[in-house]
């Protein structure tokens, strides 16, 4: 038999020849949904690449110029990108750019002073005295990556989706007042991710086709947020409690090894508790960071160590947290661990502590259900917890109505 001698870039050049055989396709092994087409019509469409080796990409603007689009006159609303194995063991690429008309794209701009602004005069309806207790109330926004643009919609969903779930755990502070909690303190533990950034996925995110918000407006938004949760707490609390951990999303740059306490997700915090320090109504709120080269954050809490992190340091959180106390770290000897990340509601016991993995506020995770086929409904967890007190008790994912 004679020896195939054709290089992968020679069988690459006769697929995207006109007329590909059908020996071909099937020589590359390509998936049908990832073979190079153009589906293209007055209010956008999408575009599939030529298969290639990964590192041979082009950016998403020369993919449409391959196609004879012009890049000025089309607006790209999301990226994704295939991967397989050829019959030989190659690895090649496809990437798959969908396009709207540019025109269409600005129809739809966000308002953003004009978000910021219902923000700032957003209060809940639920009202109640402040009280004095032994107990805490978690409430825990995990994954919220406002600016990310998914299926449950942009920023402006994701900003209804927060104040709906805000104005739930209020309601649900004043529940278990009801049948007998003696809560006094509130802790607002921000998980992570609360931008959705510019490092992640290489830097795929930026721009308009994954985010509806630049860098600089994320962040503002989410001090309005997180300004306006806190004030919502406040008047029925008699002191509250920020711990603060950030989230890959929450990096700075990937350029450089980087000082891990210092992302948005804390500068964020750090911008609203100087807002804070000069009301006098908010004197009672208090913030807790990350020591410097540190991801992770442990706070005691009415008699139960809290512990905050991510989730981005291990696939397998359990696996982690078990390195964390045998190397009696301060997160290790915590009795209660929060994290999020992985976009979904878990908990578990781990010998006589107790872990929960938050689930997300963002507007729908591709990433989430591509990796596991499911769906993430958009929620926070709450709990109390307290000297002696049985975090498991009174634990609960306060849902949004719009996912």
């Known amino acids: 038999m004679a020896e195939d001698t054709e290089s992968l870039a020679e069988r690459l050049a006769r697929l995207v020849s006109p007329g590909p055989n059908g020996s071909d396709l099937k020589a590359l092994n390509i998936p049908e949904a990832w073979r190079p087409r153009m589906d293209v019509g007055p209010e956008g469409g999408f575009v599939v690449s030529t298969p290639r080796p ?57 308002d953003l002073e004009k978000l910021v602004d219902e923000i700032s005069k957003w209060r809940p309806k639920a009202k109640q005295k402040t009280t004095s207790g032994e107990l805490a109330f978690v409430f825990a926004p995990s994954d919220q990556q406002l600016g990310k643009k998914g299926s449950g919609g942009g920023t402006i969903d994701s900003v209804a989706r927060i104040l709906e779930t805000t104005e739930g755990g209020v309601h649900r502070l ?31 995110l930026q721009g308009q086709a994954g985010s509806d918000l630049g860098l600089t ?49 804390v500068e964020i915090a750090s911008a609203v508790q100087d807002a804070c320090a000069e009301n006098p109504h908010l004197a009672h709120v208090e913030f807790r960071f990350p020591e410097s080269d540190h991801q992770t954050l442990a706070v005691n809490i009415n008699g139960t ?72 409904p958009a929620g926070i967890l709450s709990m109390v917890i307290g000297e002696g007190w049985d975090p498991r008790k009174d634990i609960s994912i306060i849902r949004a109505s719009r996912n």
């Open 305 to 376: 160590m809290l512990g905050l992190f991510h989730g981005h340091q291990s696939k397998d959180p359990v696996k982690y947290l078990s390195g964390q106390a045998a190397g009696q770290t301060a997160l290790g000897n915590c009795d209660v661990w929060l994290s999020g990340h992985f976009h979904h509601f878990k908990t578990m016991d781990i010998g006589p502590r107790f872990w929960a993995q938050c689930p997300t506020l963002d507007p729908g995770s591709a990433w989430f259900r591509d990796r596991t086929g499911l769906e993430s």
């Open 54 to 110: 990964g590192s041979e990409m082009p950016d998403a603007a020369n993919i449409l110029a391959e196609f004879k689009l012009d890049p000025s006159a089309w607006a790209i609303t999301s990226l994704r990108r295939g991967q397989w194995q050829t019959f030989k063991g190659e690895w090649l690429e496809s990437m798959r750019v969908n396009v709207v008309p540019v025109g269409v794209l600005k129809e739809n701009d966000l």
């Open 217 to 265: 407006e994320q962040t503002r938004v989410g001090r309005r947020l997180l300004m306006s949760q806190i004030k919502a707490f406040a008047e029925i609390s008699d002191k509250i409690i920020v711990p603060v951990v950030n989230g890959n999303h929450d990096e700075v740059t990937r350029q450089v090894t980087a000082d891990p306490a210092d992302g948005w997700n």
């Open 174 to 204: 004043q529940e278990l007042r009801k049948i007998g909690r003696n809560i006094g303190t509130t802790v607002i533990a921000l998980l992570g991710d609360h931008v959705e950034g510019n490092v992640s996925q290489n830097g795929r």
